[in-house]
């Protein structure tokens, strides 16, 4: 049981360049998350799955896109990187039911973009 | 939308004294409030949560307050250990499907030993 796995780690890219950031859970969790922490600034939510075929933007969706790829992953896309998204992304993970709703959270993301 | 405010940013306190971290929220919707705690360069931790029809929960020295008329919640920690030194964040959720979390912006906690 690994929880929920996120590649890759860190990753370097060039202003306009393109990636796909994988979140993958093996808890049969329904809602999954895309998180973004900058200093200072807390988690940020950037765009939310409640449920397999369903996403929504969260706080700070421009310039992202998701897809819910089946129940267990979950995938955010940068289509042309700009330096304001230089961050720490973070997937996560919650329950459905009211006894459940613990988040987890992948290992994140460090991105850099120059 | 949820908008959750924590205090203070940071806070630095003697081994063995007790830390307080405050968060206020604006949905009275809002009956979920976990804590969460990150070590440097790791992911965010769940520690403790509450829910609306609660007032206080206490886990060992953590424990957390509620005041669902005030629409804020505490964190309080007591005889803090070095290994307390994290940063914590708060926050809120309407547990309506998605339980979808909003977060404090966080409360850097040193503990000198």
């Known amino acids: 049981n690994a929880g929920v796995t996120q590649t890759p780690k860190f990753q370097v890219l060039k202003t306009g360049q393109s990636m796909t950031l994988q979140c993958a859970q093996d808890?049969?969790?329904?809602?999954m998350y895309w998180y973004r922490q900058d200093p200072g600034m807390g988690l940020r939510l950037i765009y939310y799955s409640a449920s397999e075929g369903t996403t929504d933007k969260g706080e700070v969706p421009n310039g992202y896109n998701v897809s819910r790829l089946n129940k267990r992953e979950f995938s955010l896309r940068l289509e042309s990187a700009a330096p304001s998204q230089t961050s720490v992304y973070f997937c996560a993970s919650i329950g459905s039911t009211r006894a459940n709703t613990e988040a987890f959270f992948g290992q994140g993301t460090r991105l850099t973009v120059v | 939308g949820e908008n959750v405010e924590q205090h203070p940013s940071t806070l630095s306190v003697q081994e063995g004294d007790s830390a307080v971290i405050k968060c206020t929220y604006s949905?009275?919707?809002?009956?979920?409030f976990p804590w969460y705690k990150q070590e440097l360069g790791k992911r965010p931790q769940l520690i403790i949560d509450i829910r609306s029809n609660v007032g206080e929960k206490k886990d060992q020295r953590i424990a957390v307050t509620l005041n669902k008329t005030a629409k804020h919640f505490s964190l309080h920690i007591t005889e803090t250990q070095p290994e307390d030194s994290a940063v914590y964040f708060c926050a809120a959720s309407s547990g309506a499907g998605s339980y979808q979390l909003t977060f404090g912006k966080g409360t850097k906690l040193s503990v000198i030993p």
């Open positions: 949905d009275s919707a809002s009956n979920y």
């Open positions: 808890m049969n969790h329904n809602s």
